[in-house]
């Protein structure tokens, strides 16, 4: 059966989207903060893209536009929250939470420390570390130069050592 | 000054090394293109009602169960369910009281399972929802394209002006069909004489429904999420009835 400009469309995304499962799904559930939305948030995430059908096809840059879309995607959902929000910060951490003994410690240290940064910075790390990606897919998803996504990089990190540094931490 | 020597980066490394992920949950998502073949009409239709039901899902997951009202997501799946001028809902819910918003109820895990009613009607461009709740003070909530009333005992308790039930949405056939082709492949469907089941999303957030395979239509369905560890069914559709004219 000949495939139609949408089925090929959708058979591309298909195709991205399942290559890509875990980094995207891993950079919602350390943006989200549990396992069951981070998979909401992507599976809705692909059903959101399957509506433009073959309008997919004028998107040069697909892979890009899927993690800016999912970026999109978790601040939503963490704004429509009414609970859960977060008061803690770095003052309060202590060297046993250093040690996180499983997913939930986990990400209420790396709030924490990402509290601590401008969202330009933690965006950056956050695209590196949880999605995986180069420094030029970076400055391709938040759309600045190659440098300025290293750079952010590395502020973000030297900054959370600065304050891990003075409060003794390492 | 800075410098870039290795004694400069070691404490960068332990910064990395402390936001570097170590116990990340797995996940069981799969993503396939819909397969180009045509659907005959019946089923279509049949998984355009699945897709609502999904919709449903997703809103629950995206929003998490104790933030949704049961109005919103019974809303939302007889919205999106809507082929019918007029038809009555019969549902179980779990619910605890709303004490923080105007709506009368949560859908919560932990809440109390309550028998209710829903019944749509439309009237051209109006659409009228009453939900009658099997509680003791057999209160109802009525939305009938202008405002909210709230009635308890057969008396007004509440009103405010509403904007109705948005139904431009619905003009989505077009939005039930994206649901419809993108979710076609992630659909179990399995059969036990004249009912077909058809299932999703496993041990996640999940809708089951049934169909009566003479009859063509959708018998009831089930929403339910993780808690706990286990899979609790929050919300059941018991029954629906197409075409039945509202009751006063």
Redesign the interface.
Known sequence: ?K??TE?KQ??R???L??SE??HL??YA??RVGS??????????L??RL??Q?ARLSEIEDLKGYVYRSLANSCAS?LR????FATTETLDTLSSDD?A?K??EQ?FR??ER?MSHLPDEQSEV?RLR??GGRQFDEIASICNIPLTTAKSRF?YG??K??EA??KRGL? | MKTNNNLDNFPDIRVVNLLTPHFTPTTSLSFKAPAPRPRPLWQAVRISAVAAMIAVAVFIGISGVQTSTAREVVERAMTQLLESDNYLVQFTANVTENKNSWELYDLDFEGTPMKGTVEISKEESKVRMAIKWQDKSRSMELYDGESYRRYQNGELVLERPHGGIDLTSLASLEKLKAYAVAMGLMLKFSEEGDVISVSTRGDKVGIVARFSKSEGRLLGAECSGPYNGQQVTVLTVDRIDFDVPPAE
Do not use: H, W
């Open positions: 059966m495939l139609t089925n959708l058979t995304l298909a195709e989207i399942q499962r875990d799904f891993r559930c350390y396992a069951a939305e981070a998979d909401d948030v992507v599976q809705d692909y059903l399957s509506k059908g959902a429509s929250r009414r609970q250093l996180p499983d997913f986990e240290l790396i420390l790390i570390i949880y590395r990190i030297d959370l050592r891990l540094e390492i």
